[in-house]
Nanobody, 127 residues
Framework: QVQLVESGGGLVQAGGSLRLSCAAS????????MGWFRQAPGKEREFVAT????????YYADSVKGRFTISRDIGKNTIYLRMNSLKPEDTAVYYC????????????????????WGQGTQVTVSS
């Protein structure tokens, strides 16, 4: 089992920045690919970013490319999502997720590929 706890959400004005954190516990964090998803009211959960456990393979949704940065600190069992130039349409509950990956190089883009999820953290961007 892997437990994930997100933090760092909040209210920010358009153009501002936030950094989300996701702390993992329970199993060897380095064997898991990680991802960030978000879900706005009335919408389906959507992919935001993913990182392989070796941290050398990253992938972003087109809507956040160039504004968001995913990273991980294996020593701290934590991944981050740095969000810059935030827009009102970024408003959502943000979730981190983990999936076992022994290769260390693969990334995963769909929610169905992830086995473990955090409880989510609210991000609200005002115009």
């Amino acid at each position: 089992q892997v437990q994930l706890v997100e933090s760092g959400g909040g209210l920010v004005q358009a153009g501002g920045s936030l950094r989300l954190s996701c702390a993992a516990s329970g199993r060897t964090f380095s064997s898991y690919a990680m991802g960030w998803f978000r879900q706005a009211p009335g919408k389906e959960r959507e992919f935001v970013a993913t990182i392989s456990w070796r941290a050398d393979n990253l992938y972003y949704a087109d809507s956040v490319k160039g504004r968001f940065t995913i990273s991980r600190d294996i020593g701290k069992n934590t991944i981050y999502l740095r969000m810059n130039s935030l827009k009102p349409e970024d408003t959502a509950v943000y979730y981190c997720a983990a999936t076992r990956d022994d290769s260390g190089i693969y990334v995963y883009l769909t929610a169905a590929e992830y086995d473990y999820w955090g409880q989510g953290t609210q991000v609200t961007v005002s115009s």
